[in-house]
Every structure is written in C-alpha cells, then in structure tokens.
C-alpha cells in the first residue's frame, strides 16, 4: 500500500522549503506566513508534518507536548472542548485571520543566530480595517532560519496574549 499523496507532499515539502530560505530569515517567513500563518488550531496529522520544518526543535517539542495534553484532555473530557483545537496560533488576533502583512527586518538585518522581526498584519473583511503586529523570533538552526515563537503584541481584549510558547507550554486548565 502507498502512504497518501498528502504525506508525500508534507515530505517533499519538508525537504524543500525550509532551504531555499536557509540564509534569508524574511524569506522564510514569508514562505512561512503565506503557507500556514492563519493556521487554525494545533497542527495535527499531514498538517504537523508540512509545518515542522518551519519550525525550530523547541516549537516542534512545544507542540508535540502540547498535542499530547490535548489528547488527552479529550480522553478525560470527551463532552468538552479541549484546548489548542482551533483559533489562529502565529497571530494575535482571536478570530479573524490576517489579510495582509508586511514583514519589517531590524535594523541592520539578522546578523545573529537569533532574531526578533516585526510583522505588520492588517484584516481588510473587517470594517473598519483592524491593524496590528506581532514579532516573530527566529533562530538559526541546522543550517536555516526557523520560526522559534511569537511574540504577540496586538493586546486585543479576545485575541492571544503572550508568547506561543508560553501559551503551549502552560497549564491549559488555568
């Protein structure tokens, strides 16, 4: 039996992307942001597997420890919603996705292994336009840039607050 097409595209996209951005953070996210930035929920399944190599090795712990709380919430709770099931995870917003961004480099570019960069995020269905942004932390690792967190600065009241993975890693029953 063959694995599904879409597991061998997660594959090719994970031997792929990720290094044709190695030596460029803004392509990276770019490339990042216009494949899974308004994701919705944790990552599970073919989606995990085509987002992973964007991500540094603690994100990727991160959401597999975070994956596993989520299973099993679902066992000890199966009448309730569990966390991390949907809601958009690499933006602040606490609904709508964005349409747009521009991705603002510091200045003097990324010359360390780590990097803060600021995306501006604009939703235009919503009337008037909501504007804000959020800092994505990249680090150098295995030879490219990988998204390691996201700061999220929007302060919308209904929105995400703190760090993604500050988010993952607490207790979701608090």
């Given at each position: 039996?063959?694995?599904?097409?879409?597991?061998?595209?997660?594959?090719?996209?994970?031997?792929?992307l990720?290094?044709?951005?190695?030596?460029?953070?803004?392509?990276?996210?770019?490339?990042?942001?216009?494949?899974?930035?308004?994701?919705?929920?944790?990552?599970?399944?073919?989606?995990?597997?085509?987002?992973?190599?964007?991500?540094?090795?603690?994100l990727?712990?991160?959401?597999?420890?975070?994956?596993?709380?989520?299973?099993?919430?679902?066992?000890?709770?199966?009448?309730?919603?569990?966390?991390?099931?949907?809601?958009?995870?690499?933006?602040?917003?606490?609904?709508?996705?964005?349409?747009?961004?521009?991705?603002?480099?510091?200045?003097?570019?990324?010359?360390?292994?780590?990097?803060?960069?600021?995306?501006?995020?604009?939703?235009?269905?919503?009337?008037?336009?909501?504007?804000?942004?959020?800092?994505?932390?990249?680090?150098?690792?295995?030879?490219?840039?990988?998204?390691?967190?996201?700061?999220?600065?929007?302060?919308?009241?209904?929105?995400?607050?703190?760090t993604?993975?500050?988010?993952?890693?607490?207790?979701?029953?608090?």
């Amino acid at each position: 039996m063959s694995p599904p097409r879409t597991l061998l595209f997660a594959l090719l996209l994970a031997s792929t992307l990720p290094a044709a951005a190695a030596g460029n953070p803004a392509k990276l996210l770019r490339t990042f942001l216009d494949t899974h930035g308004n994701q919705s929920g944790l990552p599970t399944g073919d989606k995990a597997a085509a987002i992973a190599p964007y991500l540094s090795q603690a994100l990727n712990d991160a959401m597999a420890r975070a994956r596993q709380e989520q299973e099993d919430f679902i066992a000890r709770h199966p009448d309730e919603k569990p966390p991390w099931i949907e809601g958009p995870l690499f933006h602040s917003s606490g609904a709508e996705p964005f349409t747009a961004y521009a991705i603002v480099l510091p200045l003097g570019g990324c010359p360390e292994a780590r990097c803060v960069i600021r995306v501006d995020m604009v939703d235009t269905v919503a009337s008037p336009d909501v504007l804000w942004y959020d800092e994505f932390v990249v680090v150098k690792e295995d030879g490219g840039w990988r998204v390691d967190d996201v700061n999220y600065r929007a302060g919308f009241a209904f929105g995400n607050q703190g760090t993604l993975r500050g988010n993952l890693e607490a207790d979701p029953a608090e």
